[in-house]
Antibody
Framework: QLVQSGAEVKEPGASVKVSCKASGYTFTDYYVHWVRQAPGQGLEWMGWINPNSGDTHYAQKFQGRVTMTRDMSISTAYMDLSSLRSDDTAVYYC???????????WGQGTLVTVSS | QSALTQPPSASGSPGQSVTISCTGTSSDVGDYKSVSWYQQHPGKAPKLIIYEVNKRPSGVPDRFSGSKSGNTASLTVSGLQAEDEADYYCSSYAGRNNYVFGTGTEVTVL
């Protein structure tokens, strides 16, 4: 199970940090991916973190603005997105990655609203 | 990395079958056996229904099946039921540690 932090409202230019707490499995055994979905739009892959090593890889679109981290002591992954713009308004999901591009389960989603 | 192409909508009557395509390139769908499908009901998180092209997770009805030919993957829902009305997304590994989702298909049960 993956449980995410609550909804956030941010002003343009600010940063947001979303958490994703894992339970029911060994946190360090599986990568965690982040995916977002703008209102009425499709799913957009953002990147992943290896909770064991801390290694990360980000989609080119988000490089320089996104940082993924983890705290192994509390089985929690984090996604930090900076320099927020109105088009960053979306539901942000974390998902455990089973090998071969299989995402299961997903967190419940965190709505981030960027508005002045 | 461009999104995989899916038809915006598909529909069928209860009991009928509907097939959704997911077209990529030789650098993603065509090059890997790492295609998965997700079902998303309004306001809910996506749910895995097919992985590795044609495998079903435990608990997913066998009405759902997947296949792949060349650069196009397909999801077939047989014996449509009212609860199958949802959005469906494909996903593929795209090489160099990157992943990509499809544009999504809204399935309507008439």
């Amino acid at each position: 199970q993956l449980v995410q932090s609550g909804a956030e409202v941010k002003e343009p230019g600010a940063s947001v940090k979303v958490s994703c707490k894992a339970s029911g499995y060994t946190f360090t055994d599986y990568y965690v991916h982040w995916v977002r979905q703008a209102p009425g739009q499709g799913l957009e892959w953002m990147g992943w973190i290896n909770p064991n090593s801390g290694d990360t890889h980000y989609a080119q679109k988000f490089q320089g603005r996104v940082t993924m981290t983890r705290d192994m002591s509390i089985s929690t992954a984090y996604m930090d997105l900076s320099s927020l713009r109105s088009d960053d308004t979306a539901v942000y999901y974390c998902a455990r990655a089973i090998p071969a591009a299989t995402f299961d389960p997903w967190g419940q989603g965190t709505l981030v609203t960027v508005s002045s | 990395q461009s999104a995989l192409t899916q038809p915006p909508s598909a529909s069928g009557s209860p009991g009928q079958s509907v097939t959704i395509s997911c077209t990529g390139t030789s650098s993603d769908v065509g090059d890997y056996k790492s295609v998965s499908w997700y079902q998303q009901h309004p306001g809910k998180a996506p749910k895995l229904i097919i992985y590795e092209v044609n495998k079903r997770p435990s608990g997913v009805p066998d009405r759902f099946s997947g296949s792949k030919s060349g650069n196009t993957a397909s999801l077939t829902v047989s014996g449509l039921q009212a609860e199958d009305e949802a959005d469906y997304y494909c996903s593929s590994y795209a090489g160099r540690n990157n992943y990509v989702f499809g544009t999504g298909t809204e399935v309507t049960v008439l």
